[in-house]
Structure formats: C-alpha cells, structure tokens
C-alpha cells in the first residue's frame, strides 16, 4: 500500500515516515520563497498539519511529495496576503488617524479663533496680562514685575479675564 493511501486512511506511521523523508526538502523549499520575516519552522509546521488534517483530500495519483510542495507554496502565499492584508489594515489606522488628526486641528484652530476674537473683549490691562501669561508664558511674579503692579492684581485680573472667557465661550 502507498504512502498516500496510507496517510489516507488515518495510518500515523506512515505521516512519521513522510515527515522524516520530506522535512529538510519541505523546509528548504519554504525557505527559498518565503520572505525573511516569515519564520519557515512555522510554514513548515503548518504544511505537515494541513497534510495531516486534510488526509481526505490526498489523492494517490499524485506523488506525495509533489503533494507537500504545493501545501509549501499555498501556506507561503497565505502568510503573504494575510501580512498584505494587515500593512493594508495598518495604512488604513494610518490615514483615519492622520484624517482624526487634521480635523482636531481644524477644531482646536476653530476654538482658539473664538477665544481670541473674546481676548479681544477684554478690558485692555485684562488683555495685555492674559496675552503674557497666556502667549509669553510668564509667571504671576513675572507679569507683577513687568508692569509694576502687585502679584494679588495679576491674579485678580487673570480670575476675572477667565470668568468672563468661560461665560463667553460656553454661549
């Protein structure tokens, strides 16, 4: 009886003989078309189960090797599309993130418009300390010293310009 026939018919000791007689060839196969980044002790994992599993479907016309050489080439081309498949899945993230992106812009572009047109309302000592703290990045002590006021003024009119930038601005 055939190897084939053989594995076929569920004999285990026959899939020992044909993993012993074909795995170097199977793996050097492997080897030589799957790309760096595929692990080819995986291919070569996944040709012997297909073989195994898909017993059934061996036919006994076909020589067994010539059998485990297109499961190598089907196994590769899979990992292949599947690893397309997900650096197309990943643009994909790439782009929607990239789009998320610009319209959170376009959004915090919008807000600071708006805030900007409410500075503008603002009592013009409130604006000049607000646009120093705010723009210039100075401290309370900083902007005291700067405009030869105290500390305590600063604070009350950034409290006061805040207030009235949140009334506003919540409208």
């Known amino acids: 009886m055939s190897l084939e026939l053989r594995i076929y018919n569920g004999?285990?000791?026959?899939?020992?003989?044909?993993?012993?007689?074909?795995?170097?060839?199977?793996?050097?196969?492997a080897?030589?078309?799957?790309?760096?980044e595929i692990d080819v002790d995986d291919v070569v994992q996944e040709v012997f189960l297909k073989?195994?599993?898909?017993?059934?479907?061996?036919?006994t016309e076909i020589s067994i090797e010539q059998q485990l050489f297109t499961i190598t080439k089907n196994v590769v081309l899979n990992l292949l599309r599947a690893r397309v498949s997900?650096?197309?899945?990943?643009?994909k993230l790439k782009v929607e993130k990239a789009n998320d992106t610009i319209e959170e812009e376009d959004f915090s572009e919008i807000r600071l418009k708006k805030i900007n047109s409410v500075v503008k309302k603002l009592p013009k000592k409130q604006q000049k300390i607000f646009r120093m703290y705010r723009d210039e990045g100075l401290t309370y002590?900083?902007?005291?010293?700067?405009l030869s006021i105290s500390k305590n003024t600063v604070s009350s009119h950034l409290n006061s310009a805040m207030t009235f930038l949140k009334k506003e601005c919540l409208e």
């Open 11 to 29: 004999d285990r000791g026959a899939f020992e003989i044909v993993y012993r007689l074909y795995f170097k060839k199977v793996f050097y196969v």
């Open 31 to 36: 080897k030589k078309y799957a790309p760096k």
């Open 51 to 59: 073989l195994w599993r898909k017993r059934k479907n061996i036919s």
């Open 86 to 91: 997900q650096q197309q899945l990943l643009l």
């Open 141 to 146: 002590n900083e902007i005291a010293t700067a």
